[in-house]
């Protein structure tokens, strides 16, 4: 716990307990080994340094947040960039995604028989029906879903 509170985070390049009090945290080893920043410490520049420190806490606090809102749009852009988008019209024939039940081995077709699309509802949904008929009772998406080419 000591360690994550006291490390940088990769997203707000801040450490979460100067992020909460305003000052980096010394450790324990550095007061037991008596490390130089522990020698110098003076305790009245410590309470002026901490008083000017919690006065851009805010300052501080917000730049973080708008690192990791940064952070956050890129790892978004670079999945949706990723995405192949797929529209189906009806009676398109279409080759559905094989549930791990259906397949036997690691030989076995990952794609289901040819299905006709009956139904597009909207934001990637879609009914479909076999070729000879017979109505899927659920939904597909779009991404479980692939062009049948006969």
Known sequence: MWAYNTTPQSTT?????????????????????????????VA????EERKVNLDLLDEVRE??????????GRVEH????RLRPRQFQVADLVMRKA???QLENKLSPKWTDPFRLTEVLGN?????????????????????LMFYFS
């Open 13 to 41: 390049r801040e450490t979460p307990f100067s992020l909460v009090y305003g000052s980096g945290a010394m450790i324990p080893i550095e007061i037991q080994e008596s490390s130089p920043r522990f020698q110098s410490f």
């Open 78 to 81: 670079k999945h949706s960039s």
């Open 63 to 72: 730049e973080a947040r708008i690192k990791a809102e940064t952070l956050k």
């Open 44 to 47: 009245e520049e410590s309470n």
């Open 99 to 101: 549930h791990s039940y």
């Open 124 to 144: 990637g949904a879609y009914r479909l029906e076999t070729l000879e008929g017979g109505p899927i009772p659920r939904t597909r998406n779009a991404a479980n």
